[in-house]
């Protein structure tokens, strides 16, 4: 089974920050990765899939990159609505699997 | 538009089973295999299984496997996931979501299940 770790965490970050946040695979998983963002109380909203295709709708200050086992998020510049917790996923082979979130709070 | 619409909220004694539904609608339902993932109270998301409703064949988690069982009925373009054998720990929000091959692109609105004796 494929693991996924986030880092960090957590973070504690300002609005109008450039924020980073990493997902590691233990095995390569191509680009078979997809970034959630979630709200309390909401289901997850997918934001980027084949780890760099921002969906559609979701703002351009979000991005993704990476591929093989190293993934990255970035906001360029942090909102008030992206106070969120935010999961990776790959979609490489099964089981499907989901880092374990990295929770961005208000500084 | 496209939606996932799943039933409501399940209160259930330790040792039972729960059924929740998630019916679609706004595109083909064929065409889009179906995954099911919860989250229990303060905790990250859990890949349940998959169902391709062109056919029926389902991909389980390992841990859910003796457990759970996934249907899809094409005539109400419904996907329902049945879990056996409830313990405490299944207090979750489980979530059905469809999967375009590259993530998980819409989602049900969660349903609650709450185990408890």
């Known amino acids: 089974d494929i693991q996924l770790t986030q880092s960090p965490s957590f973070l504690s970050a300002s609005v109008g920050d450039r924020v980073t946040i990493t997902c590691r695979a233990s095995?390569?998983?191509?680009?078979?990765l997809a970034w959630y963002q979630q709200t309390p109380g909401k289901a997850p909203k997918l934001l980027i899939s084949?780890?760099?295709t921002l969906q559609s709708g979701v703002p351009s200050r979000f991005s993704g990159s990476g591929s093989g086992t190293e993934f990255t998020l970035t906001i360029s510049s942090l909102q008030p609505e992206d106070f969120a917790t935010y999961y990776c996923?790959?979609?490489?082979?099964?089981?499907?699997?989901f880092g374990q979130g990295t929770k961005v709070e208000i500084k | 538009q496209v939606q996932l619409v799943q039933s409501g909220a399940e209160v259930k004694r330790p040792g039972a089973s729960v059924t929740v539904s998630c019916q679609a609608s706004?595109?083909?339902?064929?065409?889009?295999?179906i995954h099911w993932v919860r989250q229990a109270p303060g905790q990250g998301l859990e890949w349940v299984g998959i169902?391709?409703?062109?056919?029926?064949?389902?991909v389980y988690a390992q841990k859910f496997q003796d457990r759970v069982t996934v249907i899809s009925d094409s005539s109400t373009s419904t996907v329902s996931l049945e879990l056996r054998s409830l313990r405490l720990e299944d207090t979750a929000v489980y979530y059905c979501?469809?999967?375009?091959?590259?993530?998980?692109?819409?989602w049900g609105q969660g349903t609650t299940v709450t185990v408890s004796s």
């Open positions: 979501a469809r999967d375009p091959d590259s993530g998980m692109d819409v």
């Open positions: 706004g595109y083909t339902f064929e065409n889009h295999w």
């Open positions: 169902i391709n409703p062109s056919g029926g064949n389902t």
């Open positions: 095995q390569g998983i191509s680009k078979y």
């Open positions: 084949g780890a760099s």
């Open positions: 996923q790959q979609f490489n082979s099964y089981p499907r699997s």
